[in-house]
């Protein structure tokens, strides 16, 4: 069986960093993997996506998921959940970050129109119900903070991910690879983030 994830969200939120992850535990763990990835503009905080598909029998000839295909969106950015649904399956599962960057262009018409209103994570997760109702909304900040960095708000969402069905590897296999893959001074903070993740309660 062949499992795909596709993670999205902005520039600077660490995404490369999730896959690189999932990456090296396919390498450790004998999983045949394909990956691909768009930046955009992601320096200035431009929509970015990752398509990662793995197994551990099956030969993967294709790094990207077909829409309606994908198992699991990681999404670290509300907004680009939206952008990106339509790779999920019918009933798939989404990870979302209880978090929305306004795009410029929404403030801009606020700004003529003072009584537009901003869209809200509820309207997301509203439309986000038209194709499944498997949703988990995670404030990833709030437990990046209480690790003690908010840039682990990526490695939080990746340990909620691991706790959930299907998911090919557990948390004791993916911390020694944290471990690898962060500087050396972050990573008790990367690690505190990924099992408070883990063991996070979902509110949505």
């Known amino acids: 069986m062949i499992y795909s994830i596709i993670t999205c969200g902005v520039g600077g939120q660490g995404l490369m960093l999730v896959s690189n992850i999932i990456g ?18 992601a320096q200035r905080s431009g929509s970015i996506y990752t398509h ?17 295909e994908a198992d699991v969106m990681l999404a670290m950015e509300a907004i680009e959940a939206l952008r990106n ?12 970050n209880d978090y929305i960057w306004h795009p410029v262009q929404e403030t801009f018409n606020r700004v003529k129109e003072p009584k537009q209103t901003y869209i809200t994570i509820d309207e997301i997760i509203q439309k986000l ?27 939080a969402l990746l ?14 296999q993916l911390k020694p ?17 990924l099992e408070l993740g883990y063991n996070a309660t979902s509110t949505g």
């Open 24 to 41: 090296i535990a396919c390498a450790e763990y004998e999983y045949n993997i394909r990956t691909a990835e768009t930046h955009g503009l």
């Open 129 to 155: 119900h038209e194709i499944t109702n498997t949703i988990f909304k995670i404030d990833a900040l709030k437990i990046a903070n209480e690790a003690g960095n908010a840039l682990a708000s990526n490695v």
């Open 52 to 68: 990662i598909r793995m197994s551990e029998t099956e030969q993967i000839y294709s790094p990207l998921i077909p829409y309606g």
């Open 85 to 96: 649904i339509e790779f999920l399956k019918s009933e798939g599962l989404i990870v979302l």
């Open 159 to 172: 340990g909620f991910l691991a706790n959930t069905e299907n998911f090919p590897f557990t948390l004791d």
């Open 177 to 193: 690879i944290v471990s690898q893959v962060v500087p050396k001074k972050a990573v008790d903070i990367n690690i505190k983030a």
